[in-house]
């Protein structure tokens, strides 16, 4: 990429969109392209193809998804299959015809097998039985990943598949029907906190491992990857290499909130996978590795939640 390339970034309102289009704007790129769900609706093949075929970017980063937490990946299992296969199909699809070489896809560490060997090799995919709870929206990821590849097979295309580990930070979803783990706790701490309640319920039993990568971060692997002209296809793991329980995630926001309280545990919730840390040998060969540290990440975090929330707080810091 070269700073006047036209870039499309899908899902530009997103956490991960958002921060990419803050990454590239930070290196200098001025020819980004977004547009609003509004005017575009990803879903529509129609409306894909005509939008591309007019606008013609030259790189695409693919970060539009329907995405959600444990609560909203088993209650809405047709909506998360449904709408991720139309969108990576319709993008990848179109981006093809209008002569797109080179597309960054977003997928996710759910991919992979639920009891598969830790850390997650990218060759592990395929190898094993997918999580129950958000297995549509696993299948889904499955798919874009398997588009990208028969496109580079069989058009000699360039479309690189990213798949981050939990993802946190500015413009994430604190609804706690629709959050994942960590924008819910960062609720429920700062709500338990206002309050003055003297505890506040956590799902499942605390147990679960898992690894959580800052959005910004994210971005910045992205980015390192479309820019590699070397790399031309392949599934790359995007995470920090280092994972916590459940439990242990909860005080560590506790201790950034200031909430003084205990957690409850609800051990008749699911647990989901019971570990999930990914393997990130490939981006640290490439020469790329994490930045910022979980606590420095939540604090980013919860000032930003703060931002939109209201409440008392600490200063937010800068955006790395």
């Excluded at 790399?231 to 790359?236: K, L, M, P, S, T």
């Excluded at 490439?286 to 420095?296: C, D, I, M």
């Amino acid at each position: 990429m070269n700073k006047y390339s036209k870039i499309f970034i899908a899902g530009h309102r997103g956490m991960v969109g958002s921060a990419i289009v803050r990454r590239l704007q930070r290196s200098g790129y001025e020819n980004l392209l977004t547009c609003a769900r509004s005017r575009l609706d990803l879903t529509n093949q129609a409306a894909v193809a005509q939008f591309l075929a007019g606008e013609k970017p030259e790189y695409i980063f693919l970060a539009a998804a329907k995405v959600g937490g444990i609560h909203a990946n088993d209650n809405y299992r047709a909506e998360f299959i449904y709408q991720n296969l139309m969108i990576e199909a319709n993008i990848i699809h179109a981006a093809w015809l209008a002569g797109v070489t080179r597309i960054l896809f977003l997928g996710s560490s759910c991919i992979y097998p639920r009891g598969c060997a830790q850390p997650i090799k990218e060759e592990y995919l395929l190898s094993g039985l997918l999580e129950p709870t958000n297995e549509p929206y696993a299948i889904a990821k499955i798919a874009g990943i398997k588009l990208c590849e028969s496109y580079n097979r069989q058009y000699g295309t360039q479309y690189v598949s990213a798949m981050p580990t939990n993802l946190y930070g500015p413009n994430d979803t604190y609804d706690l029907n629709n959050s994942h783990v960590l924008p819910a706790l960062i609720r429920k701490a700062h709500e338990a906190k206002e309050r003055g309640d003297a505890t506040y319920p956590v799902w499942g039993s605390g147990r679960p491992r898992r690894e959580f990568l800052y959005v910004d971060d994210m971005a910045d692997a992205c980015v390192f990857l479309m820019e590699r002209t070397d790399i031309r296809d392949g599934i790359f793991n995007i995470g920090t290499g280092e994972d916590s329980t459940i439990g242990e995630l909860a005080h560590t926001v506790n201790e950034v909130i200031g909430f003084k309280g205990s957690i409850v545990f609800d051990p008749t919730k699911p647990d989901g996978t019971p570990r999930k840390l990914l393997n990130v040998d490939r981006m640290i060969e490439l020469g790329w590795l994490a930045k910022t540290g979980l606590k420095e990440g939540i604090a980013k975090a919860y000032a930003d939640f703060l931002q939109v929330h209201g409440g008392s707080g600490p200063e937010r810091p800068p955006t790395s």
